[in-house]
T-cell receptor, first 109, second 114 residues
Framework: AQRVTQPEKLLSVFKGAPVELKCNYS??????LFWYVQYSRQRLQLLLR??SRESIKGFTADLNKGETSFHLKKPFAQEEDSAMYYC???????????FGTGTSLTVIP | NAGVTQTPKFQVLKTGQSMTLQCAQD?????MYWYRQDPGMGLRLIYY???????DKGEVPNGYNVSRLNKREFSLRLESAAPSQTSVYFC?????????????FGQGTRLTVV
């Protein structure tokens, strides 16, 4: 069963424009949601998680339990934001991480 | 602060050859994972280990075996490599049940099977 859905494989925005990367999830119970970022040919690294409710590199994400969504947003995209972004879910037991198929973000100068 | 270390970084195999990908973490994490990353498919879980001495299948376990040698090390073995196993492999670890449940990743192994 697809637990994490990222509907956009590719997303291009102009520098300075707002960006939103969509993530929807399916899980009974209370999962923990994350956004990971992978810059070109580097390892995945945590961008942010919903429980910390913080802003990292200008990105924020709000967990909407009613819509089962965890969309990633940034008001003004920068060229260095170009990367692959993965939404991930950790279940109640915490023993598994489920990843979406990823969204490749390109910020056009 | 090494974190999660994978070896090798690159490997080319001929169809039918075998190899083992090594992974070690120095964060005292209980859980370890092997993922493969393919274009358009995202990250797919191959196997995971919730604790030392236990392993479980993920989404795509066929053609792979794993060993949780100790708490630090979790290896992935391809007994008879096939071109369909050409991929980038990532090892990860986490510590469920703690304040920091995020997964930490290795730098990846780029495997080509010809």
């Amino acid at each position: 069963a697809q637990r994490v859905t990222q509907p956009e494989k590719l997303l291009s925005v102009f520098k300075g424009a707002p960006v939103e990367l969509k993530c929807n999830y399916s899980y009974s119970g209370s999962p923990e949601l994350f956004w990971y970022v992978q810059y070109s040919r580097q390892r995945l690294q945590l961008l942010l998680r919903h429980i910390s409710r913080e802003s990292i590199k200008g990105f924020t994400a709000d967990l909407n339990k009613g819509e089962t969504s965890f969309h990633l947003k940034k008001p003004f995209a920068q060229e260095e934001d170009s990367a692959m972004y993965y939404c991930a879910l950790s279940g109640v037991s915490g023993n598994q991480f489920y990843f979406g198929t990823g969204t490749s973000l390109t910020v056009i100068p | 602060n090494a974190g999660v270390t994978q070896t090798p970084k690159f490997q080319v195999l001929k169809t039918g050859q075998s190899m083992t990908l090594q992974c070690a973490q120095d964060m005292n994490h209980n859980s370890m994972y092997w993922y493969r990353q393919d274009p358009g498919m995202g990250l797919r879980l191959i196997y995971y280990s919730a604790s030392e001495g236990t392993t479980d299948k993920g989404e795509v376990p066929n053609g792979y075996n794993v060993s949780r040698l100790n708490k630090r090390e979790f290896s992935l073995r391809l007994e008879s490599a096939a071109p369909s196993q050409t991929s980038v492999y990532f090892c990860a670890s986490s510590d469920p049940g703690t304040a920091n449940t995020e997964a930490f990743f290795g730098q990846g192994t780029r495997l080509t099977v010809v």
